[in-house]
Antibody
Framework: QVQLVESGGGVVQPGRSLRLSCAASGFTFSSYAMHWVRQAPGKGLEWVAVISYNENKKYYTDSVKGRLTISRDNSKNTLYLQMNSLRTEDTAVYYC?????????????WGQGTLVTVSS | QSALTQPRSVSGSPGQSVTISCTGTSSDVGGYDYVSWYQQHPGKAPRLIIYDVSKRPSGVPDRFSGSKSGNTASLTISGLQAEDETDYYCCSYAGSYSYVFGTGTEVIVL
């Protein structure tokens, strides 16, 4: 069965960096676009970034451009989110999600999420 | 990109129907037939219940249905059940490989 397992979250000071990982199994990872979606405590969902199946295309929400970088390693079935220059407003649960529509569709499977807390 | 507008909460008695609206613009909801809906229980990951405006993934009860008119999409839950009480979010493709979620709606089963 499809599984997505995030890791790498934790408490980090403003301005510092963190890298999140999402290990995929149960499907052909290299055939799917993948996304990161986040949810601040007690708030709604916010789309963060998408990467195409072959890493040729990457797109971000405006508030993270230049600071967060999405990438993938299809040989390891793993999605990444490199988070630099972190701000307190980046505090959220970060979910990875699969997109069966090639990057302009919807999210059919989600991981359980990993919490990132940016605080001094 | 502004969040899509959803009512803060809707309520209904068991067996009744409730409808959640999701209002955007011609740049998102009105411009594409790529509206999806997610159910999220507290502390859990979202679950896809509707995609491409009105399609249901396998395993989702047919009590859940979706539609769209102009810049507003809707999710209807028919035959409301106690386990339907939780949060629901709409989402729309907004062009140039970007997405926007709704503000979220709490469904209350009276």
């Amino acid at each position: 069965q499809v599984q997505l397992v995030e890791s790498g979250g934790g408490v980090v000071q403003p301005g510092r960096s963190l890298r999140l990982s999402c290990a995929a199994s149960g499907f052909t990872f290299s055939s799917y676009a993948m996304h990161w979606v986040r949810q601040a405590p007690g708030k709604g969902l916010e789309w963060v970034a998408v990467i195409s199946y072959n890493e040729n295309k990457k797109y971000y929400t405006d508030s993270v451009k230049g600071r967060l970088t999405i990438s993938r390693d299809n040989s390891k079935n793993t999605l990444y989110l490199q988070m630099n220059s972190l701000r307190t407003e980046d505090t959220a649960v970060y979910y990875c999600a699969r997109d069966p529509h090639g990057g302009y569709g919807f999210f059919d499977y989600w991981g359980q999420g990993t919490l990132v807390t940016v605080s001094s | 990109q502004s969040a899509l507008t959803q009512p803060r909460s809707v309520s209904g008695s068991p067996g009744q129907s409730v409808t959640i609206s999701c209002t955007g613009t011609s740049s998102d909801v009105g411009g594409y037939d790529y509206v999806s809906w997610y159910q999220q229980h507290p502390g859990k990951a979202p679950r896809l219940i509707i995609y491409d405006v009105s399609k249901r993934p396998s395993g989702v009860p047919d009590r859940f249905s979706g539609s769209k008119s102009g810049n507003t999409a809707s999710l209807t839950i028919s035959g409301l059940q106690a386990e339907d009480e939780t949060d629901y979010y709409c989402c729309s493709y907004a062009g140039s490989y970007s997405y926007v979620f709704g503000t979220g709606t709490e469904v209350i089963v009276l």
